[in-house]
Nanobody, 116 residues
Framework: QVQVVESGGGSVQPGGSLRLSCAAS????????VSWYRQAPGNARKFVAR????????IIIDSVKGRFTISRDNAKNMVYLQMNSLKPEDTAVYYC?????????WGQGTQVTVSS
């Protein structure tokens, strides 16, 4: 089992920044990728970004490319989502998903609200 906890959400004005953190614990030796998803009210959960824990492979959706950056710290079992130039349409609950042992482990999510 892998436990996943997100943190770092909050309320910001348009143009602001937040850094989300995803902490993985438990059987992290089998961890091979961590992804961020988001779910806006009334919408399905959608993929945002993914980072491999074993190489430099990164995937990030076009709508946030250039504004969001995903990074990792393997020594701390942490993955970060740096979000800059935030827009109201980025408002959502952000979820972290850890892929390990051919299973997906989800966190509880952290709310990000972008509003003036």
């Amino acid at each position: 089992q892998v436990q996943v906890v997100e943190s770092g959400g909050g309320s910001v004005q348009p143009g602001g920044s937040l850094r989300l953190s995803c902490a993985a614990s438990g059987r992290v030796d089998g961890l091979y990728a961590v992804s961020w998803y988001r779910q806006a009210p009334g919408n399905a959960r959608k993929f945002v970004a993914r980072i491999s824990t074993t190489d430099d492979d990164i995937i990030i959706i076009d709508s946030v490319k250039g504004r969001f950056t995903i990074s990792r710290d393997n020594a701390k079992n942490m993955v970060y989502l740096q979000m800059n130039s935030l827009k109201p349409e980025d408002t959502a609950v952000y979820y972290c998903k850890a892929a390990a042992y051919n299973n997906d482990y989800w966190g509880q999510g952290t709310q990000v609200t972008v509003s003036s």
